[in-house]
């Protein structure tokens, strides 16, 4: 027996797949027990900080945890220890709240619709889609049509002791890059473009089953345990809360690199020292104090601004002197070797290399 929107699909032989929801088990205890241990779950999460509980809050929701949750995550940690004021106003967490004034379930069975859009999964053809009907689907078709490949790409995103496997489509150039996915539509309307090899938080209650899982079970040591339908959540908490607590730490590590002040801040000086002894005793009202002009400042650096400009000024004034003196120098140059070109004209310079040539 499985869980309420488990799929179970089973070799038939002749290449033959059946898929399906699973059969239900009656409602009452099952059902009123993991009520129960959501309302504690829920009651007990009222004693975590905020940050914690709008992790829980998000997961009872069914939401993929990406880089902005854990950032959101972690400006709500800092805010919770005084570290970071609030900017906006905080969202309520509504569904814990629901759950534990009511004591409904958190979510309501989904169950998968459709499969399709696989890419970089086998030589499946493209576009095509793969329906499932409320009650059980029957797939069949001859070896290496694609049935295996279905299958895996289901292990992988649900649970399976079976073959999980995907192979890319060897007909293709190979491309390591490039990622492999399906698109995901399940009853609720939502459609969930999962990429393979990364968990599926909506579908990681679903099990399948497959003839290998089969010979598994049947062979090989399985040890039997149970737990409250619910529990599952408290472990994704501490994950997800763990991630959040390691974005903090390579904060930290980032802010505790050394950094060379000596270019920022030449020589000796108040402000530098104490840049160079910033530690936890160093006082903010301090920092922002050294970062404020007075007045007298103020009116140095006017007078300072006016010396370079004056400097500036006078250095030009030489700069155009020179080269004043630098033209009428090539002026002169020029003017005696037209005089010498004069001089000697052509008659004279035959005599010279005449005498040249001949030694007389």
Same mark, same amino acid.
Not at 32 to 41: D, F, Q
């Given at each position: 027996m499985?869980?309420?929107g488990?799929?179970?699909?089973?070799?038939?032989?002749?290449?033959?797949?059946?898929?399906?929801?699973?059969?239900n088990?009656?409602?009452?205890r099952?059902?009123?027990?993991?009520?129960?241990v959501?309302? +504690?779950?829920?009651?007990?999460?009222?004693?975590?900080?905020?940050?914690?509980?709008?992790a829980? +809050?998000?997961?009872?929701?069914?939401?993929?945890?990406?880089e902005?949750?854990?950032? +959101?995550?972690?400006?709500?940690?800092?805010?919770?220890?005084?570290?970071?004021?609030?900017?906006?106003?905080?969202?309520?967490?509504?569904?814990?709240?629901?759950?534990?004034?009511?004591?409904?379930?958190?979510?309501?069975?989904?169950?998968?619709?459709?499969?399709g859009?696989?890419q970089n999964?086998?030589?499946l053809?493209?576009?095509?889609?793969?329906?499932?009907?409320?009650?059980?689907t029957?797939?069949?078709g001859?070896?290496?049509s694609?049935?295996?490949?279905?299958?895996?790409v289901?292990?992988?995103?649900?649970?399976?002791?079976?073959?999980?496997?995907?192979?890319?489509?060897?007909?293709?150039?190979?491309?390591?890059?490039?990622?492999?996915?399906?698109?995901?539509?399940?009853?609720?309307?939502?459609c969930?473009?999962?990429?393979?090899?990364?968990?599926?938080?909506?579908?990681?209650?679903?099990y399948?089953?497959?003839?290998?899982?089969?010979?598994?079970?049947?062979n090989?040591?399985?040890?039997?345990?149970?737990?409250?339908?619910?529990?599952?959540c408290?472990?994704?908490?501490?994950?997800?809360?763990?991630?959040?607590?390691?974005?903090?730490?390579?904060?930290?590590?980032?802010?505790?690199?050394?950094?060379?002040?000596?270019?920022?801040?030449?020589?000796?000086s108040?402000?530098?020292?104490?840049?160079?002894?910033?530690?936890?005793?160093?006082?903010?009202e301090?920092?922002?104090?050294?970062?404020?002009?007075?007045? $007298?400042e103020?009116?140095?650096?006017?007078?300072?601004?006016?010396?370079?400009?004056?400097?500036?000024?006078?250095?030009?004034?030489?700069?155009?002197?020179?080269?004043?003196?630098?033209?009428?120098?090539?002026?002169?140059?020029?003017?005696?070797l037209? $005089?010498?070109?004069?001089?000697?004209?052509?008659?004279?310079?035959? +005599?010279?290399?005449?005498?040249?040539?001949?030694?007389?």
């Amino acid at each position: 027996m499985l869980p309420e929107g488990c799929l179970e699909r089973r070799s038939l032989g002749s290449g033959k797949l059946l898929a399906g929801p699973s059969t239900n088990a009656p409602p009452g205890r099952k059902e009123e027990s993991r009520v129960n241990v959501m309302v +504690e779950i829920c009651t007990w999460a009222n004693s975590l900080k905020y940050w914690e509980q709008a992790a829980l +809050e998000r997961i009872l929701a069914g939401q993929q945890f990406t880089e902005d949750t854990y950032e +959101e995550l972690l400006t709500y940690m800092l805010q919770d220890s005084g570290l970071a004021e609030p900017t906006v106003e905080r969202p309520l967490l509504k569904r814990l709240e629901h759950l534990v004034q009511n004591g409904d379930s958190p979510r309501p069975g989904v169950r998968l619709v459709k499969m399709g859009n696989l890419q970089n999964v086998n030589a499946l053809v493209p576009g095509q889609d793969l329906p499932f009907g409320p009650a059980l689907t029957a797939i069949y078709g001859q070896n290496g049509s694609g049935k295996s490949g279905y299958a895996r790409v289901l292990g992988c995103v649900g649970f399976t002791r079976g073959d999980k496997e995907v192979l890319p489509d060897v007909t293709q150039p190979m491309c390591p890059n490039a990622p492999c996915c399906v698109d995901l539509t399940l009853s609720d309307g939502r459609c969930i473009t999962h990429e393979i090899g990364g968990k599926c938080a909506d579908l990681a209650s679903y099990y399948v089953f497959d003839s290998t899982s089969v010979r598994v079970h049947l062979n090989e040591e399985n040890r039997l345990s149970f737990s409250p339908g619910g529990l599952s959540c408290l472990g994704r908490l501490a994950d997800e809360t763990d991630k959040v607590r390691d974005l903090l730490k390579a904060r930290i590590r980032q802010c505790q690199e050394s950094h060379a002040f000596e270019a920022l801040f030449p020589g000796e000086s108040e402000v530098r020292q104490v840049i160079t002894e910033l530690g936890p005793d160093t006082h903010s009202e301090e920092l922002r104090s050294l970062g404020k002009v007075s007045q $007298q400042e103020q009116r140095r650096l006017a007078t300072l601004d006016r010396e370079i400009a004056e400097l500036k000024a006078d250095k030009m004034s030489e700069r155009i002197r020179d080269l004043s003196e630098a033209i009428g120098d090539l002026k002169t140059l020029k003017a005696k070797l037209i $005089q010498i070109s004069k001089t000697l004209g052509d008659e004279a310079l035959s +005599e010279v290399n005449e005498v040249l040539s001949t030694g007389v």
